[in-house]
């Protein structure tokens, strides 16, 4: 039974997250349709994160087993093909070892979250970002970002419902560039990680938001590390400006020559 890896993008505003739920679109529900048009007995897809409601992927990776032989680049078309209209695609697929897992295997995962600061409503990118109408400290912002990077007990900036056994993981990197735009201006968030609690990521990104508008300051952000009580949280931002952009692996299953070949 070949194992079959797959990097994945979507757009989680039609979804009620990546997991499959009974009567609710998701996108590993959209997946495993299109895979059981290849192969009707199919089961199930295990990905290397499971992203919440409303939130996007530019590099989710995820893994099937499958009982035919496929040449991978006839498998991502096949499958691409299947999963219309819904705004889900495989960027690449790749055979690899039995032992190989999406979740398991993984060593690093990269998120953005995207903020625009305009006053005039989005038209093209609504639901993409997070849009407000205000201009943010950068300075100020990245000075209380670097309190968050190394191993803490990150229990202020994880969801009550959060089911990991520990509060404490290593924070590798959290950095904040800005750029113009006509009308407003840009925010990237970018963090960096081997792994991730429940809503940490928008919990970050909500608190940081509070610096930038002068709500805080960045000392802030260190007391409510040190508080270790979800109350010292700022507000949590919503989910459409998240973005699961990358999953490392020591060994890379991809090599891009699904782009090359097309």
């Given at each position: ?152 007990d990150f229990t202020t900036f994880r969801s009550t419902i959060c089911q990991a056994a520990n ?96």
């Amino acid at each position: 039974m070949p194992r079959y890896a797959f990097k994945i993008e979507y757009s989680g505003a039609p979804f009620n997250g990546w997991q499959r739920q009974p009567g609710q679109p998701t996108v590993q529900g959209a997946i495993e349709d299109a895979i059981r048009k290849l192969e009707p007995g199919f089961e199930t897809i295990a990905a290397a994160g499971r992203t919440d409601t409303g939130v996007h992927a530019s590099g989710q990776v995820a893994h099937a087993d499958l009982q035919r032989d496929w040449e991978p680049f006839r498998l991502s078309e096949a499958l691409n093909y299947h999963l219309k209209p819904h705004p889900v695609a495989i960027l690449e697929a790749a055979l690899v070892p039995a032992d190989w897992h999406a979740r398991f295997s993984a060593t690093e995962r990269r998120y953005l979250f995207r903020l625009v600061s305009r006053r005039a409503p989005l038209a093209h990118e609504r639901g993409l970002v997070w849009q407000i109408n205000y201009l943010l400290d950068l300075d100020a912002m990245q000075q209380a970002a670097q309190i968050l990077i190394g191993k803490h007990d990150f229990t202020t900036f994880r969801s009550t419902i959060c089911q990991a056994a520990n509060p404490v993981k290593t924070l590798d990197e959290a950095r904040i560039e800005s750029a113009p735009r006509p009308y407003g201006t840009d925010y990237m968030f970018h963090f960096r990680a081997r792994s991730f609690l429940h809503n940490q990521i928008r919990s970050f990104v909500g608190s940081l938001v509070q610096v930038g508008a002068g709500t805080w300051e960045p000392a802030q952000m260190q007391r409510a590390l040190d508080a270790r009580d979800r109350a010292a949280c700022g507000p949590v931002c919503p989910p459409q400006g998240l973005y699961l952009s990358h999953v490392h692996y020591d060994h890379d299953p991809f090599t891009g020559e699904h782009d090359a070949r097309r």
